[in-house]
């Protein structure tokens, strides 16, 4: 077989049957979802996980896939779908487990937030406490050097309504930051 340099040279082969080809196009984006996801979900080892599920519903919509070259902008959008879909199901856990627990247990969630004094621990948890629609137009911005048009065509949303969020995000998690950088007199 000749050489596969292009997504869609490599979506056809796999197409074909070639799970080599899979495996190179798995290698080639594993890196840039998951370091993307680490900073969507606050943990490696969950990122990893979600990128693994992320190329597992990938490969089951493989046969119906036409390369229009945007398969990383697909990747990275069945990615936020599905960190949006976990992010869903915790909250409505999150309403349900006080009726369970009937009052007797504090929140570890909140404890663990006062206990953090770490400057990047605290960056990691604004990062966290945004919304998604508002942290992952950021990540993608500012950690994997995505355009304002990329973000926009991964977001379905315009440019400007990228810049927006970006800047909102901003200045959210600089709100988030603000006592840590205070100066005590």
Not at 72 to 90: G, P
Not at 123 to 134: K, M
Request: aromatic share 10%; charged share 30%; hydrophobic share 35%.
């Amino acid at each position: 077989m000749g050489q596969l340099t292009t997504d869609r040279d490599i979506v056809q082969a796999a197409q074909g049957g070639d799970l080599d080809a899979f495996t190179r196009l798995v290698e080639r984006e594993k890196d840039p979802l998951v370091n993307y996801l680490t900073y969507l979900t606050g943990s490696f080892d969950r990122a990893e996980d979600v990128a693994q599920e992320t190329f597992l519903r990938f490969f089951q919509m493989l046969e119906r896939y036409e390369e229009q070259g945007r398969l990383r902008s697909l990747l990275f959008r069945i990615a936020t779908n599905l960190v949006r879909k976990e992010e869903r199901r915790r909250r409505r856990w999150a309403r349900i487990v006080p009726f369970l627990l009937n009052g007797h247990s504090e929140d570890p969630v909140a404890q663990r937030q006062v206990l953090q004094n770490e400057l990047l621990e605290r960056l990691a948890q604004a990062l966290r406490q945004l919304p998604l629609h508002y942290r992952a137009p950021l990540v993608l911005f500012e950690v994997e050097g995505w355009s304002y048009s990329e973000i926009a065509s991964h977001m379905e949303c315009s440019q400007g309504t990228v810049k927006s969020r970006i800047h909102r995000a901003r200045e959210k998690v600089h709100n988030r930051l603000e006592p840590y950088f205070e100066r005590k007199g």
